[in-house]
């Protein structure tokens, strides 16, 4: 059974930091690219970030030079480490993991995490 398991959202004033875990569970974790999507109310989901088995990364073009993506493949874990975080920021959270070798294989979502950052 595949599990992912975001943590770590929660209320902070604008200018703070959040940091964002994902512990994977069920999944061979090198095999995936994983990513961080949010969704705000009444808009669609969009790109925070990817980090992919070979520590590729890419960014979403708001949050670039603000937050940070990694991974721990010892603990089948990525982070979202936010900083300098804005209204703007405030959504849903939701960790990703796409298998590498094999397009067709539906994403892996998480159950979410809410982010609030009051101005």
């Known amino acids: 059974q595949v599990q992912l398991v975001e943590s770590g959202g929660g209320l902070v004033q604008a200018g703070g930091s959040l940091r964002l875990s994902c512990a994977a569970s069920g999944i061979i974790f090198s095999r995936y690219t994983m990513g961080w999507y949010r969704q705000a109310p009444g808009q669609q989901r969009e790109l925070v970030a990817t980090i992919g088995s070979n520590s590729r990364i890419n960014y979403g073009d708001s949050v670039k030079g603000r937050f940070t993506i990694s991974r721990d493949n010892a603990k089948n874990t990525v982070y979202l480490q936010m900083n300098s975080l804005k209204p703007e920021d405030t959504a849903v959270y939701y960790c990703?993991?796409?298998?590498?070798?094999?397009?067709?294989?539906?994403?892996?979502w998480g159950q979410g995490t809410q982010v609030t950052v009051s101005s």
């Open positions: 990703n993991a796409v298998y590498i070798y094999n397009a067709q294989t539906p994403p892996k």
